[in-house]
């Protein structure tokens, strides 16, 4: 089994930062890229930034110049700094996997979600 932790949500103001965390855990080999995604109340789930384990990054139009995705190998975990926050940044946010397991192959993973709220 594998498990992504995410923290680091939370209320913030208008213009403000927070900075997500996402540790995965578990059976795997590899981990290929990981990525998040987010998803306010009545719209669907969108990518936000994805980095993959060559160091590719690539950001959502509406967050670009904003946030900033960071991983640590070593660790298995994936940051996403969030700054100058809106209003419209206010969704759950959730950490995605591609891993690639012995006898599994390549597969993905999801966190539980992570709440972030920006107050106009």
């Known amino acids: 089994q594998v498990q992504l932790v995410e923290s680091g949500g939370g209320l913030v103001q208008a213009g403000g930062s927070l900075r997500l965390s996402c540790v995965a855990s578990?059976?795997?080999?590899?981990?290929?890229?990981m990525s998040w995604y987010r998803q306010a109340i009545g719209k669907q789930r969108e990518l936000v930034a994805a980095?993959?384990?060559?160091?590719?990054?690539n950001y959502a139009d509406s967050v670009k110049g904003r946030f900033t995705i960071s991983g640590d190998n070593l660790k298995n975990t994936v940051y996403l700094q969030m700054n100058s926050l809106k209003p419209d940044d206010t969704a759950v946010y959730y950490c995605?996997?591609?891993?690639?397991?012995?006898?599994?192959?390549?597969?993905?993973?999801w966190g539980q979600g992570t709440q972030v709220t920006v107050s106009s």
């Open positions: 578990g059976n795997f080999f590899s981990i290929n890229a």
């Open positions: 980095s993959t384990r060559g160091g590719t990054t």
């Open positions: 995605k996997a591609d891993l690639w397991a012995a006898g599994r192959g390549s597969f993905s993973s």
